[in-house]
């Protein structure tokens, strides 16, 4: 009964790896009168296309590191008043964007706060010019950084 249930296990992983590399081939494929789509990407995202994303032990989402941008909001000398700055300038962003990651930490000879996780820099300018639009952070600028991609 194992082997059976194994075997079937089996099957349905295969089918589903093809089903999903069959998307991406199929948008690949170049048909008369219609555009060219190129993908460009890692072989291990296409590994990881249709299949599900293990869980850490207490139940959390798995994270990897990878480099991409965030938009800096804050940049202040080694300070106490810089680090109150940083912090304070982090609690307005939560503020205004909820749903972004803010990040503030002291990265020798000063103290940052950045926020958000962004593959593209398109991503990045697009909430940098949200955050410069609501008046209160002026002085944002993207960097490329160390990002958190949540699978």
């Not at 948008?27 to 590994?47: C, F, K, N, T, Y």
């Not at 593959?119 to 960097?143: C, H, N, P, Y």
Request: overall charge positive; hydrophobic content about 45%.
């Amino acid at each position: 009964m194992r082997k059976v249930y194994l075997l079937l296990l089996l099957i349905v992983g295969s089918f589903t790896s093809l089903a999903a590399q069959d998307i991406v081939r199929s948008l690949e494929e170049r048909v008369p009168g219609q555009g060219v789509v190129i993908i460009h990407q890692d072989p291990s995202i296409a590994a990881l296309i249709g299949t599900e994303h293990a869980m850490g032990e207490s139940g959390e989402r798995k994270v990897i590191q990878t480099n991409g941008y965030r938009v800096q909001v804050y940049a202040g000398p080694n300070s106490r008043v810089a680090r109150n700055e940083a912090e304070q300038m982090a609690a307005k962003v939560k503020e205004y964007f909820p749903q972004l990651h803010v990040y503030t930490s002291f990265v020798s000879p000063r103290w940052l706060c950045r926020v958000g996780d962004f593959r593209s820099i398109e991503e990045a300018d697009a909430m940098m010019r949200q955050l410069r639009a609501t008046g209160v952070f002026k002085e944002v600028i993207i960097v490329k950084d160390q990002v958190s991609i949540h699978l």
